[in-house]
T-cell receptor
Framework: GEDVEQSLFLSVREGDSSVINCTYT??????LYWYKQEPGAGLQLLTY?????DMKQDQRLTVLLNKKDKHLSLRIADTQTGDSAIYFC????????????FGKGTRLSVIA | KAGVTQTPRYLIKTRGQQVTLSCSPI?????VSWYQQTPGQGLQFLFE???????NKGNFPGRFSGRQFSNSRSEMNVSTLELGDSALYLC?????????????FGPGTRLLVL
């Protein structure tokens, strides 16, 4: 079945870049997403990439997709303390019609 | 536009009771999905409604049910609550047209079953 894997923890210093990695197993994954969850809150959509793209940049966020290795990464440039949160990678084969399959989330801690 | 809203935000129930949670999607969105988030299992899909019809269903027992109204608002119901039903229940909305869409999540309802 579908599976999405992420490392559980990442710690970086303020001002450094953070790279959060994700691997997925479903080769028919068409849409890949990054969500952010702050304590006590719901999920905030950060960015997404479609399988026909290799890279997407949005301000401090860069998403890289390696379809051959089924590997997705999220790079946060100039990481700030406000970026401390849990980051979820999710995939879907047909956005809007099929459910999202989530990884367990990576807890990012930013040290001042 | 207002975001996805969920009520109530917090709920405490006892085993055996039932509970109803409500979700109002973003205006114009016709698809509403429900997810359960627990520390052990992570985020798991419950079901999705589109135009008042259940379009997708996850692997949850029949105690979990839902419905959608003509204004796209959705409710989910859990009957005969068990301790393991304690979780954050998230709802997400999307246009539902199925092409290059994204799902937007509400703040969730935190349910504690004692």
């Amino acid at each position: 079945g579908e599976d999405v894997e992420q490392s559980l923890f990442l710690s970086v210093r303020e001002g450094d870049s953070s790279v959060i990695n994700c691997t997925y197993t479903d080769s028919s994954s068409t849409y890949l997403y990054w969500y952010k969850q702050e304590p006590g809150a719901g999920l905030q959509l950060l960015t997404y990439i479609f399988s026909n793209m290799d890279m997407k940049q949005d301000q401090r966020l860069t998403v890289l997709l390696n379809k051959k290795d089924k590997h997705l990464s999220l790079r946060i440039a100039d990481t700030q303390t406000g970026d401390s949160a849990i980051y979820f990678c999710a995939e879907s084969t047909d956005s809007g019609n099929t459910p999202l399959v989530f990884g367990k989330g990576t807890r990012l801690s930013v040290i001042a | 536009k207002a975001g996805v809203t969920q009520t109530p935000r917090y709920l405490i129930k006892t085993r055996g009771q039932q509970v109803t949670l409500s979700c109002s999607p973003i205006s114009g969105h016709r698809s509403v999905s429900w997810y359960q988030q627990t520390p052990g299992q992570g985020l798991q899909f419950l079901f999705e409604y589109f135009s008042e019809t259940q379009r997708n269903k996850g692997n949850f027992p029949g105690r979990f049910s839902g419905r959608q109204f003509s204004n796209s608002r959705s409710e989910m119901n859990v009957s005969t609550l068990e301790l393991g039903d304690s979780a954050l229940y998230l709802c997400a909305s999307s246009l539902g047209q199925g092409y290059q869409e994204t799902q937007y999540f509400g703040p969730g309802t935190r349910l504690l079953v004692l």
